[in-house]
């Protein structure tokens, strides 16, 4: 059973940072890739950024140049460092990793992020 876990959101103000990060344990083999997705009510979750084993990270068109994810496999930790924010970014944003043969999806429970003056 893997677990995941995020922890870093809050309340910022508009053009302000926030990190995000997200732990994960258990029983974890064959990570082909870490992501961050993020979800307001009444829309559906959306792919925020992800990271492929051995890949280039990619980016939603809304978070190019702000965001940034990056991971520390030692520690089984995947990042998403959020610069400039602006009031859209305001969601719950989940953790997300696929791992295992055939790969599994795992979530996490989702930390709030809410970007207000």
């Known amino acids: 059973q893997v677990q995941l876990v995020e922890s870093g959101g809050g309340l910022v103000q508009p053009g302000g940072s926030l990190r995000l990060s997200c732990a994960a344990s258990?029983?974890?083999?064959?990570?082909?890739?870490r992501a961050w997705y993020r979800q307001t009510p009444g829309r559906q979750r959306e792919l925020v950024a992800s990271?492929?084993?051995?890949?280039?990270?990619n980016y939603a068109d809304s978070v190019k140049g702000r965001f940034t994810i990056f991971r520390d496999n030692a520690e089984n930790m995947v990042y998403l460092q959020m610069n400039s924010l602006k009031p859209e970014d305001t969601a719950v944003y989940y953790c997300?990793?696929?791992?295992?043969?055939?790969?599994?999806?795992?979530w996490g429970r989702g930390t709030q992020v809410t970007v207000s003056s």
């Open positions: 997300n990793l696929v791992a295992g043969n055939p790969g599994a999806t795992y």
């Open positions: 258990g029983s974890i083999f064959r990570v082909s890739a």
């Open positions: 990271i492929r084993s051995g890949g280039s990270p």
